[in-house]
């Protein structure tokens, strides 16, 4: 491999606007990464995002946006691959446009998320997977069940996540004795809002002010929505549906704790932005949470169909706002020491030195 120019990365991705999922969140850490890696003169990138529309550029590298044209989308991917040493995709969907282009294959990265590659995966996904010449995970827990389900994903290596921010948000003052949840309401993604509604009759005959505030919506939200109807405790939840951005910021910093005791998150972004903001968490015993928050350091980890367990954690924590102002402490220093954007960058970059060091064909980034 000819060394004198940086390594040519082609990025391939979904998207890259903000606030469209946690994807596209995954798709602009690795987007910023590179980008600073750009701006350092170790790589150069050529970009291609699937439903991008418009000129996009936030990023100090070109992006064709191709409006969801999947056939554009195709067509600048195998035009990319002429020219790049390294091809990444963000997740298992994009990485189908990577194809042999006159013979010579480019190594590939992808991306592995959770759900695209456990019990539902749709074929093409797990080919797509299969064809990489290199996986990344989001969490050991995402790996380990996608080789239990399928094999052939032990040889992914593992790149925890991260917020877009490298700042901690400082909240002065009290916070409410409230329980918050904000994630998509979707039928066979269950996130725990049926379990903390169950727990809420429980809660308030314990805690008389506790309010679970639930952000979101999806089309089990109706189902959710009688089901607190009929709860004892049907005037201490409240559904918020669609929140803007600076009223979720609110709730961040108002609420007491963040609660999310769900069956199947990869990782669980919302994890680390709750820590962000100093709040202790309740998870799931399920799924990657144990992983990302540390079970009686910056939360606790929970099984949802447990609902008096889940109920006496949340009372811990709204009960003794002392308890709950360490842990959240303890979250902070957790999610700085491994959640901030540099720390996903210096991790990222790292994972891919050492995809370029092990491809017979790579070339070094050199990175400090």
Known sequence: MNSSHPTRVLFGCERLAAGRGGISRVARLMARALGDAATAGKVSVNCASLSDEGDVREFPFPVAAQGGSRA???FHVLRGLRHADLAIYDFAGTARAHVRWFGHR????????????????????????????????????????????????????????????????????????????????????????????????????????????????????DVLKHQA??????????????????????????????????????????????????????????DAATEINLHGQTGYNVD????????????????????????????????SAHFRYSAFRERFLQQLQQVLNDDTNGALLNLP
């Not at 069956?263 to 799931?284: D, K, N, Q, T």
């Not at 949802?304 to 220093?333: I, T």
Request: charged letters at 20%; glycine letters at 8%; hydrophobic letters at 45%.
């Open 72 to 74: 554009r989308f195709l």
């Open 229 to 286: 109807s009929a709860s004892a405790a049907k005037s201490a939840i409240e559904f918020r549906g669609f929140v803007p951005e600076q009223e979720i910021k609110e709730l961040w910093a108002e609420s007491a704790v963040f609660a999310m005791p769900s069956y199947g998150e990869g990782f669980g972004l919302v994890y680390i932005e709750a820590m962000r903001y100093g709040l202790p968490v309740v998870a799931s015993t399920l």
């Open 304 to 335: 949802p169909r447990d609902v008096p367990s889940l109920s006496n954690v949340l009372v811990a924590l709204l009960d003794s706002p002392v308890k709950a102002r360490e842990m959240g402490a303890a979250g902070q220093r957790h999610w």
């Open 106 to 221: 480019v190594p590939s990265l992808t991306m592995i998320h959770g759900i695209e590659v456990w019990e539902q995966a749709m074929p093409h996904h797990l080919k797509s997977c299969r064809q990489a010449t290199f996986l990344l995970a989001n969490s050991a827990f995402t790996r380990d069940k996608a080789n239990r389900i399928h094999g052939g994903f032990a040889r992914a290596r593992v790149c925890w996540l991260a917020t877009e921010e490298d700042e901690p948000v400082v909240v002065k003052g009290e916070r409410k004795l409230q329980i918050f949840i904000v994630g998509r309401m979707q039928n066979g993604r269950d996130k725990g809002h049926s379990a903390l509604i169950d727990a809420m009759p429980q809660v308030v005959a314990r805690v008389p002010s506790a309010r679970l505030i639930i952000v979101g919506a999806g089309d089990t939200c």
